[in-house]
Every structure is written in structure tokens, then in C-alpha cells.
């Protein structure tokens, strides 16, 4: 069995995406141009954004957000302690100090009681500008914008959205990618949306920071290629990456579903031995991961060596709170009890759309079995 089986999703597409490829190398043409352009048209309605710029992948996405809103030193950005390392070595890359905000046990988003705290206490300080807060969708959940946005608007601090895992995932019908000042998505293959490579895209609804970001992301180009007006990236978006999207996006509502199908069916199967996530209403997720949380360390250690053990593999995103990471420890931010608590006891089950039933009957059984003997 796969974590998440790219290969199955590639027999099921294949015709489409054998034409899609074969296109792009019979044009010959392999950097941005049409398919990317309609690409990006097709992502900005599909999120209902007016704006989207392809570039080379979800790191790069987030640091346009950082070079376009000018973070630097001295500014505080306000991050979740429980995410992906991106999210906050972009911060660290321009200069600004992460201000790492504990989550919500249920959710693994972050908490915006402890975000309003840390907002004051970088206030109360007075060492730096509380200048944004960088919210991530984790495992395809939205972030808990509609709180969120109003704390963000109160305090006027600019609210970005890192959707590397959030595209697809809906808040009041509202989609991903869209809840922020700007918001950065990421096509990395294991991505809910994801090509056969690195891809990424940035999504604003302010036609001058598009306009800024498609200059910043082709060496900071002016009227054209050889005019330059600042210093940018070379962070283009293959056509071959943009074709394989096309083929991806156009199958991916069916593939949503389907992992919505999959994690009702884990849920009904695990939720009386095991704490399996929440969805709070209105929202719904996209699945890039289904994650559960076990007692404790030692049980959760042990289940997924008992997992293995029956060829089912199973992941820890993350073993280590950010905070905790060697990179940020001149930080000394000791404060975010329920992401170290999150690190030692979540586990993260094969999730993907072309799972079958029995797949997931199978690993909800062999968790039943391997818990219910550790506990004679
Ligand atoms: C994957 C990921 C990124 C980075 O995306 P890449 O395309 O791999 O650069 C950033 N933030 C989060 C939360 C991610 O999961």
C-alpha cells in the first residue's frame, strides 16, 4: 500500500495526461507561455481570485509575499509552531523574526486566542513591528479565517495564507488560496493539487501586486525580458508542470469527493478507539493528509511500527515543533504546549483518492488490533 499513490492516479489519467505531455513537447515551447497563462486563468476562477502568478514552487510563492509586502528586519510575522519548516524560514530568509502562535488541538490550525496573546506581548515588548500574520491551511484545512481576519483587521496587520496543503479546502464555500492579503499555494507532487515536479502559484485580488509579482518572478523584469527594475527570482513554471496541472485540475473535484469519502469511512472505523480529526462545520478540508492523535508517544511510536510491520505506511508531520528547530532556537520561544504535545502524538494514515475501501478497512483494522492487544 501507498501513503499516497501517485502511480495509481497516473494509470487512471493516463490518456489525458500522455496527450497533455506529448503536447508541450511537440510545441516545443517549455517555458511558461499559453499553457500557463491559461493555467493561472483557470486557477484564479477555480479559487475566486482575480489574480494568479505561476512560479516555480510553494517556497517561492511565500516569498513573494514577503518581497511584495517589504518584511524585513525588525518585523514580528506571526506563524504557526505547528507546520511545515517553509512556512517560517521564508520569514528568516527576509530578515523578520517569526513569532511562533500555538493551534488548536482538534484542528492543528492555528489558535487565535494565543495568537491575540502574542500579538500583545510583541506589542508590550516594543523590539519589533507586528507587521503579518501567516496562517497556514494545514492537512488541506482552512484556517480559522473568519476569526482570524477580523483579529488580523483590528490589529491592521496583513494576512497572508499559506495554502501549500490548503487548495481545495473550503470555508463557507469560500475556497483556499483566497482568504488572504496575498496567499501561496504549492503544486508539489504530494499536494492535494500536484504536477510532476515543483510547481507553485500567488494569489491576490490587488492587480499592482500581481503585477509586481509576475515582474518579480522573471528576474525582476520591466516593459520587457531585458529590462530589469528590481532585483527578482528566476521562479518560472515549466509548461510541461502547467500541462500536467490542466489534466490534474480537471479531475480533481472527483478526487476531493473521494477523499471525502475515504475519511468519513476512517472516522466511522476509528473514532471510538482513536482521536481522528475535526472538521468544524462549515468548513471542509482537502484531505492532504488524515491525521490522527494517539495517547501518547510510546503508543504512538509503537502503532507505527506496527503498521510497518504490515507493510502500511504511515507518516509524522511534524516530529518537531518549529520553535524547537535548531534553525530558531537564538529565538528562545518556549510557549505553544499544544504543538509539542500535536509532534508526540499525531500519525498521519494513508490518504489519496484512489484508495479503496478495502484499503481503508484494512489499516483501520490493523489499528483496532495492534491497540487493542498493547492494551492486554
Ligand atoms: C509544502 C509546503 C510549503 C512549500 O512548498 P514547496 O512547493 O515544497 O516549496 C510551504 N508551506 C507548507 C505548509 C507546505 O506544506
Not at 120 to 140: S, W
Amino acid at each position: 500500500m501507498q501513503f499516497r499513490d501517485l502511480q495509481r492516479q497516473y494509470k487512471a489519467l493516463k490518456v489525458e495526461m500522455d496527450s497533455a505531455i506529448q503536447r508541450v513537447v511537440s510545441s516545443a515551447h517549455f517555458i511558461m507561455g499559453e499553457e500557463v497563462a491559461s493555467l493561472e486563468h483557470r486557477l484564479s476562477e477555480y479559487v475566486g481570485v482575480k489574480n494568479c502568478v505561476a512560479c516555480a514552487n510553494g517556497t517561492d510563492a511565500l516569498r513573494l509575499t514577503m518581497m511584495l509586502s517589504q518584511i524585513g528586519e525588525g518585523d514580528a510575522v506571526f506563524v504557526p509552531d505547528f507546520t511545515f519548516y517553509a512556512t517560517a524560514e521564508v520569514v528568516l530568509a527576509h530578515g523578520a523574526t517569526p513569532i511562533f502562535v500555538d493551534v488548536e488541538e482538534h484542528t492543528f490550525n492555528m489558535d487565535v486566542v494565543d495568537l491575540e496573546r502574542k500579538i500583545a506581548e510583541v506589542t508590550a515588548q516594543g523590539n519589533l513591528r507586528p507587521k503579518a500574520i501567516m496562517a497556514v491551511d494545514l492537512f488541506g484545512l482552512p484556517a480559522n479565517f473568519r476569526d482570524i481576519s477580523l483579529l488580523a483587521d483590528r490589529q491592521k496587520l496583513l494576512l497572508i495564507e499559506d495554502a501549500a496543503q490548503g487548495f481545495g479546502g473550503t470555508l463557507n464555500e469560500q475556497r483556499a488560496c483566497s482568504f488572504g492579503a496575498m496567499s501561496a499555494t504549492s503544486f508539489f507532487p504530494a499536494k492535494p493539487l500536484g504536477c510532476y515536479g515543483d510547481g507553485g502559484a500567488f494569489f491576490t485580488n490587488d492587480d499592482e501586486l500581481a503585477q509586481k509579482a509576475r515582474s518579480i518572478i522573471q528576474h525582476g523584469k520591466g516593459s520587457n525580458k531585458y529590462e530589469n527594475v528590481r532585483v527578482g527570482l528566476n521562479s518560472r513554471l515549466d509548461s510541461l508542470q502547467a500541462a500536467v496541472l490542466h489534466v490534474k485540475l480537471d479531475a480533481f473535484d472527483k478526487e476531493l469527493e473521494s477523499c471525502q469519502k475515504m475519511a468519513n469511512m476512517y472516522d466511522t472505523l476509528l473514532s471510538d478507539i482513536v482521536k481522528t480529526p475535526q472538521v468544524p462545520s462549515e468548513f471542509l478540508s482537502s484531505w492532504a493528509q488524515y491525521t490522527i492523535r494517539l495517547e501518547d508517544k510510546n503508543q504512538r511510536d509503537m502503532l507505527k511500527l506496527q503498521l510497518a510491520d504490515r507493510d502500511i505506511p504511515s507518516m509524522i508531520y511534524y516530529p518537531i515543533p518549529l520553535r524547537r528547530q535548531p534553525v530558531f532556537a537564538h529565538l528562545h520561544q518556549d510557549s505553544c504546549p499544544t504543538a509539542s504535545r500535536l509532534s508526540d502524538t499525531v500519525l498521519s494514515l494513508p490518504m489519496h483518492p484512489y484508495l479503496t475501501s478495502e484499503e481503508v478497512h484494512h489499516v483501520a483494522n490493523t489499528i483496532r488490533e495492534a491497540l487493542t492487544t498493547s492494551r492486554k
